[in-house]
């Protein structure tokens, strides 16, 4: 099983408040373990516009109204920029199957405030991460469910929508999920 480029979906049922509801790019999987960016997360009251001015990086062309996403736990105070590939690549980007690629480099920040950078795009602070076998264990106890990645998913949809949408793009309705699991 790969999962890179796949959208894990939280189950009703999710114990960690971090994740409930929550839906997760996985943009790198190996033996090793798992990482991804949650994409329906906010951090509340931070614009982009805010993250690049304490960078020093001039934010006048650029989308800076746009919202600072929670991508995870984990490096909270590091930034990911989530895009489309394609084109020019920015910074040494790690290509994420299904189109995708996410960059970790100031220089895509400063591309981005001067008006040139991806669109669309996500900027999260923080990612998600499972160590070796982990990730497979939470599935199997049915705290995820997996779907594939779409760009409508990842970019087409305000945050609020996006884990009823990702539900419905495997025909499941919220309304029938359980929070209780069981093993026939």
Request: proline fraction near 6%; glycine fraction near 14%.
């Amino acid at each position: 099983m790969d999962l890179a480029g796949q959208l894990l979906i939280a189950m009703p049922g999710m114990d960690d408040p971090r994740f409930a509801r929550s839906v997760v790019l996985i943009c790198a999987y190996s033996a090793e373990g798992a990482m991804g960016l949650i994409l329906n997360k906010h951090v509340t009251g931070m614009t982009l516009r805010e993250v690049l001015e304490r960078l020093d990086v001039d934010a006048d062309a650029g989308p800076a109204g746009a919202p600072v996403h929670f991508g995870g736990p984990v490096e909270t105070g590091r930034g990911f920029v989530l895009h489309r590939g394609g084109g020019e690549t920015m910074g040494g980007p790690m290509v994420v199957p299904g189109g995708f690629m996410v960059t970790a480099t100031q220089d895509i920040l400063e591309r981005m405030g001067a008006g040139k950078g991806p669109d669309p795009f996500v900027f999260s602070l923080g990612y998600a991460g499972w160590s070796a076998g982990q990730l497979e264990r939470e599935i199997a106890q049915n705290s995820w469910l997996t779907a594939p990645a779409t760009p409508d998913l990842v970019f087409g949809l305000d945050h609020t929508a996006l884990w009823d949408a990702a539900l419905r793009s495997i025909g499941i309705d919220a309304l029938t999920l359980s929070a209780s699991a069981g093993r026939a």
